[in-house]
């Protein structure tokens, strides 16, 4: 059995301790909105946060997060919509929206370290993938979110 946090919750895995905290999330706790891209590391759909790091979650197994604290997209904000997610709306950046889980939850993290973060720093911290090419607006509504 393997225990850790997620959303608050405490969860107790019966599975394979090498399977990747994707699958766990997604097949057993039905948090859906982190999404499969790739499964190699590369696009970031898959991006949660572990103890206050964005961590791309097929890149990971469960048992190698044990007693850690886990949060997904469903997790990110209680009552309304997180910072980044209200300036991703007000700047209608989403086009098909697929990435846009794993990029909110890589901004919010990239915002707990860096209060005011420039082109730079997004575009190195923000690494994920989008097959619209949202990425111009992107850079703006992440920096509108940091004010
Ligand atoms: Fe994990 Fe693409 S699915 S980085």
Known sequence: M???TVNN???AYDMD?????????????NLTGTKYGCGT???GACTV?????????????????EGTFVTTIEGLSRDRSHPVQQALIASNVSQCGYCI??????????????????ETEIAEAISNLCRCGIYPRLTDAIRRAAR
């Not at 946060?49 to 997060?65: E, F, H, L, M, N």
């Open 101 to 118: 889980p794993g990029i909110v939850m890589a901004a919010s993290a990239l915002l707990r370290e860096k209060h005011d973060p420039g």
């Open 41 to 43: 590391g590369e696009c």
């Open 17 to 29: 301790p090498e399977t990747p905290l994707l699958w766990a999330l997604r097949d057993a706790s």
């Open 2 to 4: 393997t225990r850790f």
């Open 9 to 11: 919750q405490p969860v």
């Open 49 to 65: 946060d572990i103890d206050g790091k964005a961590v791309r979650s097929c890149q990971v197994t469960i048992g190698a997060i």
